[in-house]
């Protein structure tokens, strides 16, 4: 019995206006159908100043398209751009297969791929704040039902919603998902709180955050080589070199044109790199497109205000020990391996490093009438070594910030 999913025969679609890099994205796009059980087929480019309004493409490439999509068989046409209903249902008319843009291929995969109860409920706000606006004339895709790619989406069965129905259905999972970021944020005040250092990891998807995480504390995390493996935040403590812990939060894979539905629907996960003590940014160092990712990662970033946090850079992928990427000498960076679990020692010196100054390394002789110092100490910081002496406790400690003063009177040498 062959246990082998089969794929969808897709072709890809688009208008080259000039406004992208249409190759790059295109790549982009059969990675994301490959992600989706997808195989691309063909695919099917044309130059035009603009997009026709009412079909996307121009007649006599729209019939080429037709014809294509019944040689090759394919069973869905992927454009590489958003598509109105309108559009959707003329291109449809006249190619008689399911057509479906760039967008709702990514929230297919969000919907597959979210684990958590939260990020279920992301997934389905942005599918249906992308619906709403296309329920006009879009009677016939929405009455679909079944699987493949395009028609997946969780908490939803029936398609055949109207538009109160889902602005009904939105404002519920405003809600719940506002309950759920004001218990994250109640989480964050007590990590601060609690002087827990934070360090986001964030980058461009596919570039091995999942694969770090797992190789720093063995989290366990779904770490493959497809788009978006990981959607769910996931948070793990480490200790460094100099005694401290640090919880490491990994974070959605960031996507070139990532559309702004999905960015305002996963914003409350990304925003823990907003509040974090250390952004940790991977760049995948074997890529052509490192520059275009880093400078989509840095726009997310600048959106959220992450501007005066603390930022440092990890070229991964470097196998052999070196890297295509080359980065500004004046930025604090490290070459690692995180598959082959290589230069992991000389990043973690340079997480250290980069976190601000939290507690301060001291040799302390505590009086035994002083003995509650020392309960404060390791419950604020911590106790690497102690001893009882005649004298009293000879400690040495990670001695959070707020009690280095009332500490200084037992330092010893």
Same mark, same amino acid.
């Given at each position: 019995?062959?246990?082998?999913?089969?794929?969808?025969?897709?072709?890809?679609?688009?208008?080259?206006?000039?406004?992208?890099?249409?190759?790059?994205?295109?790549?982009?796009? *059969?990675?994301?159908?490959?992600?989706?059980?997808?195989?691309?087929?063909?695919?099917?480019?044309?130059?035009?100043?603009?997009?026709?309004?009412?079909?996307?493409?121009?007649? %006599?490439?729209?019939?080429?398209?037709?014809?294509?999509?019944?040689?090759?068989?394919?069973?869905?046409?992927?454009?590489?751009?958003?598509?109105?209903? #309108?559009?959707?249902?003329?291109?449809?008319?006249?190619?008689?297969?399911?057509?479906?843009?760039?967008?709702?291929?990514?929230?297919?995969?969000?919907?597959?791929?979210?684990?958590?109860?939260? !990020?279920?409920?992301?997934?389905?706000?942005?599918?249906?704040?992308?619906?709403?606006?296309?329920?006009?004339?879009? %009677?016939?895709?929405?009455?679909?039902?079944?699987?493949?790619?395009?028609?997946?989406?969780? !908490?939803?069965?029936?398609? *055949?919603?109207?538009?109160?129905?889902?602005?009904?259905?939105?404002?519920?999972?405003?809600?719940?998902?506002?309950?759920?970021?004001?218990?994250? &944020?109640? @989480?964050?005040?007590?990590?601060?709180?609690?002087?827990?250092?934070?360090?986001?990891?964030?980058?461009?998807?596919?570039? !091995?955050?999942?694969?770090? @995480? &797992?190789?720093? #504390?063995?989290?366990?995390?779904?770490?493959?080589?497809?788009?978006?493996?990981?959607?769910?935040?996931?948070?793990?403590?480490?200790?460094?070199?100099?005694?401290? &812990?640090?919880?490491?939060?990994?974070?959605? %894979?960031?996507?070139?044109?990532?559309?702004?539905?999905?960015?305002?629907?996963?914003?409350?996960?990304?925003?823990?790199?907003?509040?974090?003590?250390?952004?940790?940014?991977?760049?995948?160092?074997?890529?052509?497109?490192?520059?275009?990712?880093?400078?989509?990662?840095?726009?997310?970033?600048?959106?959220?205000?992450?501007?005066?946090?603390?930022?440092?850079?990890?070229?991964?992928?470097?196998?052999?020990?070196?890297?295509? +990427?080359?980065?500004?000498?004046?930025?604090?960076?490290?070459?690692?391996?995180? @598959?082959?679990?290589?230069?992991?020692?000389?990043?973690?010196?340079?997480?250290?490093?980069?976190?601000?100054?939290?507690?301060?390394?001291?040799?302390?002789?505590?009086?035994?009438?002083? #003995?509650?110092?020392?309960?404060?100490?390791?419950?604020?910081?911590?106790?690497?070594?102690? *001893?009882?002496?005649?004298? !009293?406790?000879?400690?040495?400690? @990670? +001695?959070?910030?707020?009690?280095?003063?009332?500490?200084?009177?037992?330092?010893?040498?």
């Amino acid at each position: 019995m062959n246990s082998e999913i089969k794929k969808t025969k897709v072709i890809l679609a688009a208008v080259d206006t000039g406004e992208y890099d249409i190759e790059s994205s295109l790549a982009e796009l *059969e990675e994301l159908t490959r992600t989706a059980d997808g195989e691309v087929v063909g695919v099917i480019v044309q130059k035009r100043p603009s997009y026709d309004p009412g079909s996307c493409m121009g007649a %006599g490439r729209l019939r080429e398209l037709a014809d294509a999509s019944e040689e090759l068989e394919a069973e869905l046409i992927v454009f590489d751009h958003e598509l109105s209903a #309108t559009q959707i249902r003329n291109i449809e008319n006249i190619t008689d297969i399911r057509v479906i843009d760039r967008t709702m291929l990514i929230l297919d995969i969000f919907a597959a791929r979210a684990r958590t109860r939260e !990020g279920k409920l992301q997934v389905e706000l942005a599918l249906q704040k992308y619906r709403l606006p296309r329920l006009t004339g879009m %009677g016939v895709e929405l009455s679909r039902l079944g699987g493949g790619i395009g028609t997946r989406g969780p !908490g939803e069965t029936k398609l *055949e919603t109207d538009k109160r129905h889902i602005k009904r259905r939105i404002n519920a999972l405003e809600d719940e998902l506002k309950l759920l970021e004001e218990r994250r &944020n109640r @989480l964050r005040i007590r990590r601060k709180k609690d002087s827990i250092l934070t360090a986001a990891i964030v980058g461009y998807t596919n570039v !091995g955050k999942s694969t770090l @995480l &797992n190789a720093l #504390t063995e989290a366990g995390v779904l770490a493959e080589n497809k788009l978006f493996a990981t959607l769910d935040t996931t948070s793990r403590s480490i200790t460094l070199p100099d005694g401290r &812990n640090v919880m490491l939060i990994d974070t959605v %894979g960031l996507i070139r044109r990532l559309p702004h539905s999905l960015i305002e629907a996963f914003k409350s996960t990304l925003e823990e790199a907003a509040s974090a003590d250390l952004i940790i940014e991977i760049i995948d160092s074997t890529s052509s497109e490192a520059p275009e990712q880093i400078k989509v990662t840095h726009d997310l970033l600048t959106e959220l205000g992450c501007e005066d946090i603390p930022h440092i850079y990890i070229l991964n992928k470097c196998d052999d020990g070196t890297s295509a +990427v080359v980065l500004p000498s004046d930025l604090p960076s490290v070459k690692i391996s995180a @598959l082959n679990k290589t230069g992991l020692d000389d990043l973690l010196s340079l997480i250290s490093q980069s976190l601000p100054e939290t507690t301060k390394k001291m040799k302390l002789l505590i009086p035994y009438d002083q #003995t509650g110092l020392t309960g404060r100490i390791r419950e604020n910081g911590k106790i690497l070594s102690e *001893e009882f002496t005649e004298a !009293g406790v000879l400690v040495d400690a @990670l +001695v959070d910030i707020r009690l280095q003063k009332s500490c200084e009177q037992y330092t010893v040498k």
